[in-house]
């Protein structure tokens, strides 16, 4: 039986509405070589229906039915069943430029295992206001500091290939049970396993919002949505031994997300004790650079000093 080259992994929520134009988009690709894995995780409207209905006439699509489970639930269960040489995750209101996949493919090497493209979010609500994102390129300290800050479009599992071996063979998932920035913790563990990647500013996805979009980017608690994230950070810097390297990207991601909620003033004197202890557990002060020793003390002494933090 033929593998496909790409295995397209699109999980489904409430998305009978939008689904269909995503699926078009994919139809649409300047390569056929491809398996469309839709799973709907437990959606109550007309989702299942829609996607079995499109699956009758696409040989190349799988339609999967579970259980709500999350996002990350629905998109390990695309990662199990994928035939394909390469994974390429997609949101179920979003879309892909005709030379999406045509364009990743043709930055692969045998070397690479992770091939990024840039992406645009689109404000239906704001006049039709366009944003583009690119990610950040480098070596690994660049790309894990990019990670953890969300200063680039490397956060995001769409608008990339990922070679399936190296995805599997390293036991690399989405993880279960985080709302906000389940993407972030895939792509640390992802990057960390692959042993080289390529970064194209060329867009090739599209975000579109719609009339919540900016409701939803102005919640005031993206702190406490956003716990979980910073705990598997934690976790990621202590298991590969990377507290040092990655002080600062770390300090950056808690008063970034503070400020986000309540802005810079009130962000520091939110910051507590325990936050800057699991900021700085683990680190060799003695390693640091001159300006990080700086700020490593004055956060331990007074964690409102984070004021001063560009």
Not at 107 to 121: N, Q, R
Request: aromatic share 8%.
């Amino acid at each position: 039986m033929h593998s496909p080259m790409i295995s397209i992994i699109m999980p489904c929520y409430q998305n009978g509405s939008t689904l269909a134009c995503t699926v078009e988009s994919i139809q649409a690709q300047t390569i056929a070589d491809w398996e469309l894995i839709t799973v709907d995780d437990g959606s109550k409207d007309d989702t299942l229906a829609v996607l079995e209905r499109i699956a009758k006439d696409e040989p190349r699509m799988r339609v999967i039915h579970q259980e709500n489970g999350g996002v990350s639930s629905a998109r390990n269960a695309g990662i199990r069943a994928a035939k394909g040489s390469w994974l390429f995750f997609v949101d179920a209101d979003d879309w892909l430029l005709p030379h999406a996949l045509e364009h990743l493919l043709s930055m692969t090497a045998d070397s690479v295992d992770i091939v990024c493209g840039a992406y645009e979010m689109r404000f239906r609500d704001e006049g039709g206001r366009v944003e583009q994102h690119v990610c950040a390129d480098g070596a690994l300290q660049v790309v894990l500091e990019s990670l953890i800050r969300g200063d680039s479009a490397l956060n995001s599992m769409c608008a990339r290939l990922y070679r399936t071996s190296i995805i599997r063979g390293h036991g690399v998932l989405a993880p279960l049970g985080v709302k906000v920035g389940e993407d972030v913790l895939f792509n640390l563990d992802a990057f960390m396993a692959a042993r080289a990647w390529r970064m194209s500013s060329e867009t090739i996805y599209v975000y579109e919002f719609g009339g919540d979009s900016a409701m939803t980017r102005a919640r005031t608690d993206r702190y406490q949505r956003s716990t979980a994230m910073l705990e598997g950070i934690g976790r990621f810097i202590a298991k590969h031994g990377l507290e040092t390297a990655l002080f600062r990207a770390h300090i950056d991601i808690y008063v970034r997300t503070l400020r986000a909620d309540c802005g810079r003033l009130r962000a520091a004197c939110r910051l507590s004790r325990n936050m800057v202890s699991a900021m700085t557990a683990g680190v060799d002060f003695s390693a640091l650079p001159a300006k990080q020793k700086l700020y490593y003390a004055a956060l331990k002494i007074l964690p409102a000093s984070s004021f001063l933090l560009p």
